[in-house]
C-alpha cells in the first residue's frame, strides 16, 4: 500500500500566492521527511527536509510544517513564482534505511 | 562538485533483451540508490548499495540486479526486459544515509 499519501494531486496557485501541499505517513519508524523538486526532463533535486525532532523547518520561501502526533507534514511555498511550477514530491525513511518511500507527487502551476 | 551522473540518457530495447544502467555517485558519496520512475507507480525503490554491498533491497522480481565497484560506481541490470519496464530510471548518491542526490535519470523505452 501506499506508505505516504500525498495531496492535492494539482495546483494552481497565482504568482505571489502560498501553495500548500501535504502528505501523511503511516509507519512511525519514519523519521527523516524530504521534499523534491521535479522538472519535466530532469532527476528530482532535494529542497528542503525535516527530522521529526521539529515541528518546523525554514529555508528561503521554503518551510515545512511536521505534526509527528497526527502523522502529517506539509510544504508551503510562499511568494509563489512561475518558476516553481514543477512537480514536487514529499518523501520519507527511516534510520538505517536509505529506501525513500515517496508520495505520488503535486504538479505545481504557478500564474503569472 | 560535480553532480550525479548517469549514462546512457536514453534506450530504447526489444522485448526480451537485457540492459545495464550506469551510474556515477558524487565524489566521496559511498552510498547509491536505485528507483523506477513510472507515469502509474510512481517513485519506487529498487535497491541500495554501500561500500559494494546490497544494503537495502524493494520489491522488485529478481530481473532487476545491481552492483557496485569499488570507486563506489554502480550498474543495474535488467534481464529479459518486458514492455511494463519502460520507465526512467533514477540514481541517487548520499554519504551514507538520509540526503540523497539525483541523477538526471536514464529513459528506458522497451518495445
Known amino acids: 500500500q501506499q506508505q505516504v499519501k500525498q495531496s492535492p494531486q494539482s495546483l494552481i496557485v497565482q504568482k505571489g500566492g502560498i501553495s500548500i501541499i501535504n502528505c501523511a505517513y503511516e509507519?512511525?519508524?519514519?523519521?527523516?521527511f524530504p521534499w523534491y523538486q521535479q522538472f519535466p526532463g530532469k532527476g528530482p533535486a532535494l529542497l528542503i527536509a525535516i527530522r521529526p525532532d521539529v515541528s518546523e523547518k525554514k529555508e528561503g520561501r521554503f518551510t515545512i510544517s511536521f505534526n509527528k502526533s497526527a502523522k502529517q507534514f506539509s510544504l508551503h511555498i510562499m511568494d509563489s513564482q512561475p518558476g516553481d511550477s514543477a512537480t514536487y514530491f514529499c518523501a520519507a525513511s527511516r534510520t538505517g534505511a536509505n529506501n525513500l518511500f515517496f508520495g505520488t507527487g503535486t504538479r505545481l502551476t504557478v500564474i503569472p | 562538485k560535480a553532480g550525479v551522473t548517469q549514462t546512457p540518457r536514453y534506450l530504447i530495447k526489444t522485448r526480451g533483451q537485457q540492459v545495464t544502467l550506469s551510474c556515477s555517485p558524487i565524489?566521496?558519496?559511498?552510498?547509491v540508490s536505485w528507483y523506477q520512475q513510472t507515469p502509474g507507480q510512481g517513485l519506487q525503490f529498487l535497491f541500495e548499495?554501500?561500500?559494494?554491498?546490497?544494503?537495502n533491497k524493494g520489491n522488485f522480481p529478481g530481473r532487476f540486479s545491481g552492483r557496485q565497484f569499488s570507486n563506489s560506481r554502480s550498474e543495474m541490470n535488467v534481464s529479459t526486459l518486458e514492455l511494463g519496464d519502460s520507465a526512467l530510471y533514477l540514481c541517487a548518491s548520499s554519504v551514507s544515509s538520509y540526503e540523497q542526490y539525483f541523477g538526471p535519470g536514464t529513459r528506458l523505452t522497451v518495445t
Open positions: 509507519n512511525t519508524a519514519f523519521d527523516y
Open positions: 565524489s566521496g558519496h559511498r552510498s
Open positions: 548499495y554501500f561500500s559494494e554491498t546490497q544494503r
